[in-house]
């Protein structure tokens, strides 16, 4: 990730990127810019993921698409965008992949939906939220960030700004930097300090609750967090 063309950039792989949530991540940090890698269990599904982004955004774009395994190995930055059901047995299956020093952003939520249940309720999960399952099951050096759970998939996949604030949180200062900043980059997104990783549990929540808000109401519905001073919002 960098903004001087003189330094190389990072790659970001999306693991599960051919869903719609990876997707519009995708898009978004490619406009922006940055240089993505779309993982799949399946490598041609990534490619196919990879060229469908590399049209919209033109030929300055940066993407291509591997199978989950040899994205994991090929960039330091892995953002988690798998179905809850599938999160624990894939993380236990790419963990020999991920290199020391990894930022792993996970933005699953464990929605009763994964196991037959209702979109708008949330599991109890043992560890606390997605993402502390997600840290227990990683190489102690990758450092694990909880963002992007309230962002409408459906928006990011669009071109207008989107109305929404990113909790951004974790047991790592620099990783969540690194994930506010990359938060940033998405127009109309402010990026904030959400604290613990263990304050994930909230904001997964957080998401139940939008889905029931969109159903009822039938619309996007995001979140704003007002009243903090202004160096709050990155
Ligand atoms: N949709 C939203 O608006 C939104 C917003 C914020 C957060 N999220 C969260 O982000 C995550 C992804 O959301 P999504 O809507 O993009 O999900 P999705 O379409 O159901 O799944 C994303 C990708 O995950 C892979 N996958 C599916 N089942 C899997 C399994 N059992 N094991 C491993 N990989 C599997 C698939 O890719 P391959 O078949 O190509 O491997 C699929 O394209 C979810 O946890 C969701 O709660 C979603």
Redo the contacts with the bound molecule.
Sequence with gaps: MSSNPAVPARPIAII?G?????MGLALRWARAGETIIIG???EQ??QLAAAAIQLKVGNQANVSGME?GAACSAADILVL???????A??LKQLKPAMTEGSILID???P?AASLGGRASRTLGVWQGS?AQQTAELVPREVSVVAA???????LLQGDAPLDCDVIVCSDDPDAAQLTRELAAKIPGVRAIDGGRLENARIVEQI?ALLIGLNIRHKGHAGIRITGLPPAAYR
């Design positions: 599960g051919t869903g719609p949530a990876g799949s269990r399946d599904r990534a989950n965008t798998v179905p809850f059901e599938g999160q047995a894939l933005a699953t939520v929605l997605a992007f759970h309230n962002v409408s998939a459906d998401t």
